[in-house]
């Protein structure tokens, strides 16, 4: 049993409680055990590093200095100073703390001063920050999790993306490549899944710019989406709660913003681990992506149960032409 | 001090040379920014994703910066327009930490109260707001307040997004609230008072 620190972040309980529910089904095959920190608190996201530097660092320490007083008690079983995140964003403002505490040692001072009004207190590079496909692929194994495999994914075609905040900037050069990493598809191809090929693996999926700039998001992910659609891609796999909520739950917006019809379910990569060890589609939170699954699923003989599903909009009418607000992009650039 | 060289005057350039403004930025950045090691060759406005809806490329955002040109840096929209991806980052000769220095800008604009689009400083200022009162983000909250204030026209369209979000459990009503939240605010109050200045 490998034991690790674990930070979920606030997603997990949310919009991606996919991610956690299917985690939970291949720690035990994999040998795998997390413990929580306790009394976690957020990590500030992309928002609040760009409204006051200090807090926003001790606002992520505070999870760092509770992970390594816990990380104590955890003693004699292996990796105990490691924390694990499933989240891209987490990964990287836990990762970016460490890291910057220590290069740049002004910083950690005023950060310690902070923590200490908490009774807390974080020395830089104590623990070791990773994502979970990080952990999978290089302390677990490609080879093992390929031996767990029960249900091949043969004939799903899989388009792996990783997103941008895994790989870069990369601090303890923990990654096989900047750009074109590789860890997402040797695990997808230890599953059995027919991996295409998708050089836009760690473009950005829009991150915040669907709240705040959605024209710019949405070109984002059209170019996401239109690209694996090209390939042939039967669906997405993703390694990021962000990733998956922008691409799945923005993608009928962003059909609509360009008058495109793309359907591209976006799964995380525990959902297809899952199922090639046999689990079954609701163990895995299959169903609750926004962009739906079935289809692409039915291909390997997988049957998810009909959930209710939401009211669409109503379909307009070819007929009359309606009056609409023109976008700031109309006539600049023609986009199918 | 700033000094107006002879080779200044040569070359033409009508004002002495002020760094004060590059210099705070770099300053007031975390890490070691090498903002000062810029050697504008543009590989950063070459690779980002989103540069055709920015007011200025990072690389022309530095030439300003190193100009001393402060209102016109602060008023640009390419902070807020960066999505944080480290494409630039990791491409960067000088290994200029560039996304780290659009944080450092997007404070000073918002302290300076020169951007004139609310809708980004109000979405971080939202989220901030929630993580201050609950110790974690808040899906719901955030995105209702946001959403009303700043797109109420997308509201009709994101209906079925919203409601399929609900139904299928990933966005919850009401807020999660960390155990120890006096000891987070008693961080972040000490942490307000608290400034990079070296």
């Known amino acids: ?336 | 001090m700033p000094q107006m060289t002879d080779e200044r005057v040569r070359a033409g350039l009508t004002r002495e040379e002020d760094l004060s403004l590059l210099h705070e930025v770099s300053v007031k950045t975390a890490g070691v920014s090498h903002l000062e090691m810029c050697i504008q060759c543009g590989t950063c406005g070459g690779s980002c994703p989103a540069a055709r809806d920015m007011d200025h490329t990072p690389r022309m955002l530095f030439a300003m910066l190193r100009a001393g040109m402060r209102e016109e840096v602060l008023r640009s929209n390419t902070p807020w327009i960066c999505v944080s991806c480290y494409h630039c980052v990791v491409r960067c000769p000088q290994e200029v930490h560039i996304a780290d220095v659009m944080y450092t800008l997007k404070g000073m604009a918002i302290k300076a109260n020169l951007f004139s689009d609310s809708t980004a400083p109000h979405f971080s200022q939202t989220f901030v707001d929630m993580v201050e009162s609950y110790g974690r983000s808040f899906e719901f909250g955030l995105a209702s307040r946001h959403y009303l204030r700043h797109f109420p026209l997308r509201l009709p369209g994101m209906m079925p997004m919203g409601i399929g979000m609900l139904t299928k459990g990933r966005m919850a009503l009401t807020p999660k609230r960390i155990k120890k939240m006096d000891q987070l605010t008693a961080i972040l109050n000490k942490a307000k008072t608290l400034e990079l200045t070296s």
């Open chain 1, 1 to 336: 049993m490998n034991k690790y620190l674990f930070y979920p972040g606030c997603s997990m309980e949310s919009s991606a409680k996919a991610y956690m529910e299917s985690l939970n089904t291949i720690l035990e095959p994999l040998e795998l055990s997390f413990e929580e920190i306790e009394d976690w608190n957020c990590c500030g996201a992309t928002e609040y590093l760009g409204i006051n530097l200090i807090p926003a660092y001790s606002l992520i320490a505070r999870n760092l200095a509770l992970a390594s007083n816990q990380m104590n008690p955890m003693n004699g079983t292996g990796a105990t100073h490691t924390i694990v995140a499933p989240c891209s964003a987490c990964y990287l403002n836990l990762a970016k703390a460490d890291h910057y505490m220590q290069e740049r040692p002004s910083l950690g001072a005023k950060v310690n001063q902070a923590l200490e009004a908490g009774g807390l207190h974080y020395t830089p590079g104590t623990l070791d920050v990773r994502h979970l496909i990080d952990i999978l692929v290089y302390d677990v194994g490609v080879e093992k999790i390929r031996s767990k495999v029960v249900h091949p994914l043969t004939g799903l075609h899989v388009a792996p993306y990783m997103g941008c905040m895994l790989p870069r900037p990369d601090y303890k050069h923990r990654w096989s490549d900047h750009e074109h990493p590789t860890e997402l598809v040797d695990v997808l191809r230890a599953l059995g899944a027919d991996v295409i090929d998708y050089p836009l693996t760690t473009e950005c999926c829009g991150g915040h710019m669907t709240q705040i700039g959605p024209e710019t998001a949405f070109e984002l992910i059209r170019r996401l989406v239109a690209d694996a659609d090209d390939r042939g891609a039967d669906l997405m796999a993703t390694v990021c709660p962000m990733c998956q909520m922008n691409i799945d739950a923005y993608q009928n917006e962003m059909n609509h913003f360009f008058g495109t019809d793309y359907h591209i379910p976006v799964l995380f990569f525990t959902q297809l681990m899952g199922l090639a060890f046999g689990r079954e589609p609701e163990e895995l939170g299959i169903g609750a992506e926004l962009v739906s699954a079935r289809n692409a699923l039915a291909h390997i003989g997988v049957e998810v149960p009909v959930t209710q599903e939401p009211a669409g909009p109503r379909k307009k009418s070819e007929g009359l032409p309606m009056p609409r607000r023109l976008n700031k992009h109309e006539g600049k650039e023609v986009v199918k």
